[in-house]
């Protein structure tokens, strides 16, 4: 029983007392608090290290499984019962103890699974358990005893959640979770405090017994060193109450009266990387923090700035939290994912950064050229203000939840198969026959989900920036211009023409170690549009965006573009061709509409269509590209 006593003397210094004799001292104070807000300080960090894995450590005792917050109820009841226990513990008779939460884990077999699993937006996943000390907080993590590719996935789901009879799954633990339950719903009361009531008629549950409840199961499992421990001295005030949001509470009970702060958390901070002109935001990416079951997620906005909207305990995150990048990023409606590979083209599970263990305040850091992620992040931050670029052009933005395999190299040699935005015919070209056909569908379905839409590569070097940025530039051109035949010609015409496009790459480049062949080859007029306006389009974009003229390492004097696309070798040349056509007052959106043909005729006959007015000089610059 003294044991007990002393997990209430700590409850009760939670509240912060101090003696009073009026309620001018408790509106000083409160007072104060509001002035002080603002000097929170996050934590901060430079990102360098290489890749690393995930150690865990040993299994926790599990302080929110029903079982504990059982025994954690019988031992408040006890002390209710007490002469000198505290009028408000009276309640903990009609407290009620039953699963709030589910905790699960997933196990997919293969990559459609794992993509039905993660495209799920009802699902936070986790590749490690919620529940075991983290030795060190890596990138990606792999369970021992599995064998396959995949590793187990972990996450909480409501008592009524349906689990699908093909992917295997566990319940590892029935939870209750307060903030959860049927019985905790709150109201703001003038702006300032947060207070419980009653959802179903039962006893109101007031934030002294969660915390309370909190407290004494987390002592009870041996997790106390994870408990936030306040002081009753000014200067613990000061430090502590900086770090609490704006809404407070005075209370008061016989002689004493105390101010209470709300007791949680919402972190924020900025994600930055370094550039040739300075560090800027890494834009889009989503950042995760979590400590036991309760995690959020958010994503960074274009200064790289990020604010969890969801709240944390403040009594049993304890000092810190842990903090991940996920490489599942957006801007608007468009999304991208940047995912581990296998032989650098087989797409398995999405890439992630572990930042570790900060203040639940926030954290902030910047990625470094000597970090394995910074490159990534300069692909990241070239995909995200490509979509912006297209919104002002008139350009076809991306399609959607694109999946980009991504490889540090020092060449840059990239493409865009968009093998997952298209139907692949390529096997009916190579075999033209029952067996092609038949092999190009029985392929789709078995390995679509795991073929990349953009294969890119980087560096880690500052001097080539603008390089690994232009080399996306043009991917995702072609990647605006695939959708633009989708929308325009539908999905079998646009899957035709980039199917005919990627299996004539891949042939030159058997056949001849040359990609694009030469004029007069298989296809040679879609690779001719196709790459000449994906190089036009990336040249421009770095001239007016990055003020850089060296795009694809061309030396001397590029302010002439006629030199900068003529000197080049087929079929970059045909990038003068939509530069001529630009500057005769064709709109980057109907040269981009116009491109929905397999030959050069064909695009002059569609732009000439949209502007018969010019058809005199549009003849005359596509002539000598026929």
Not at 35 to 43: K, Y
Not at 342 to 367: K, Q, T
Not at 498 to 527: E, H, M, R
């Amino acid at each position: 029983m003294k044991i007990i006593k002393h997990i209430f003397i700590l409850v009760i210094t939670l509240g912060l007392i101090h003696s009073c004799q009026n309620d001018d001292t408790l509106k000083d104070t409160t007072t104060f608090i509001e002035d002080n807000i603002s000097q929170i300080e996050q934590s901060f960090s430079i990102a360098n290290r290489p890749e690393q894995p995930t150690v865990l450590g040993e299994q926790k005792e599990n302080p929110f499984s029903v079982e504990n917050m059982l025994i954690a109820l019988d031992s408040l009841k006890q002390y209710a019962t007490e002469e000198n226990s505290e009028p408000y513990l009276k309640s903990a008779e009609t407290i009620e103890i039953y699963p709030t939460d589910l905790y699960v884990r997933f196990l997919p077999n293969d990559s459609i699974q794992y993509n039905n699993l993660t495209s799920n937006t009802t699902l936070t996943l986790f590749d490690t358990p919620l529940d075991y000390e983290i030795v060190q907080l890596g990138d990606y993590y792999k369970d021992s005893t599995i064998t396959g590719d995949y590793t187990w996935l972990y996450t909480t789901v409501k008592p009524d959640y349906s689990f699908s009879s093909d992917i295997r799954h566990e319940v590892l633990s029935e939870l209750f979770i307060i903030e959860n339950s049927d019985d905790y719903t709150e109201e703001i009361i003038e702006d300032t405090a947060t207070v419980l009531k009653s959802a179903s008629g039962r006893t109101a549950i007031t934030q002294d017994i969660c915390n309370a409840l909190y407290v004494i199961s987390f002592n009870l499992t041996g997790n106390s060193d994870e408990l936030t421990t306040i002081g009753t001295n000014e200067m613990s005030l000061k430090s502590t109450i900086t770090n609490c949001t704006r809404k407070c509470i005075g209370k008061k009970w016989w002689k004493v009266c105390w101010t209470s702060c709300d007791t949680y958390y919402y972190p924020d901070g900025k994600i930055e990387i370094k550039t040739p002109t300075g560090d800027v935001g890494l834009k889009g990416v989503k950042v995760r923090m979590w400590r036991w079951f309760s995690y959020a997620d958010a994503y960074t906005n274009a200064s790289g700035s990020y604010y969890s909207k969801a709240r944390f305990n403040k009594i049993w995150v304890g000092n810190s939290i842990n903090y991940k990048i996920i490489y599942d990023c957006k801007r608007d409606n468009n999304s991208w994912k940047f995912k581990k590979t296998i032989a650098g083209a087989v797409c398995l599970w999405r890439d992630s950064y572990g930042m570790g263990y900060h203040s639940p305040n926030g954290h902030s850091m910047i990625f470094d050229t000597n970090s394995a992620y910074w490159g990534r992040g300069v692909l990241n931050n070239a995909i995200y203000d490509y979509i912006g670029y297209a919104n002002q052009d008139g350009i076809s933005l991306p399609p959607s939840n694109l999946d980009i395999a991504d490889k540090n190299s020092n060449d840059f040699t990239s493409s865009a198969p968009l093998l997952k935005s298209h139907f692949n015919f390529s096997l009916i070209y190579n075999n033209s026959n029952i067996l092609g056909a038949i092999g190009t569908i029985y392929g789709h379905v078995l390995f679509g989900w795991a073929l990349p839409d953009l294969i890119l590569r980087y560096n880690k070097t500052l001097d080539d920036y603008n390089k690994i940025t232009a080399t996306v530039w043009h991917e995702l051109t072609h990647a605006s211009h695939l959708q633009r035949m989708k929308s325009e010609k539908g999905y079998f015409w646009a899957s035709d023409y980039w199917s005919q496009n990627i299996y004539q790459q891949a042939k030159n480049s058997i056949d001849d170690n040359y990609a694009y062949g030469n004029i007069g080859d298989d296809n040679w007029q879609i690779i001719a549009l196709s790459e000449g306006w994906a190089n036009y389009r990336a040249w421009h974009l770095c001239n007016e965006k990055l003020a850089w003229t060296k795009y694809l390492n061309i030396k001397g004097d590029s302010d002439a573009v006629t030199r900068y696309f003529t000197d080049r070798d087929f079929p970059r040349n045909y990038g003068a061709m939509f530069d001529e056509l630009r500057a005769e007052g064709c709109s980057f959106s109907i040269m981009e509409k116009s491109l929905c043909t397999y030959s050069i005729n064909g695009y002059k006959s569609n732009l000439v269509s949209k502007y018969p007015s010019k058809l005199a000089r549009i003849t005359e610059i596509i002539k000598s590209y026929e």
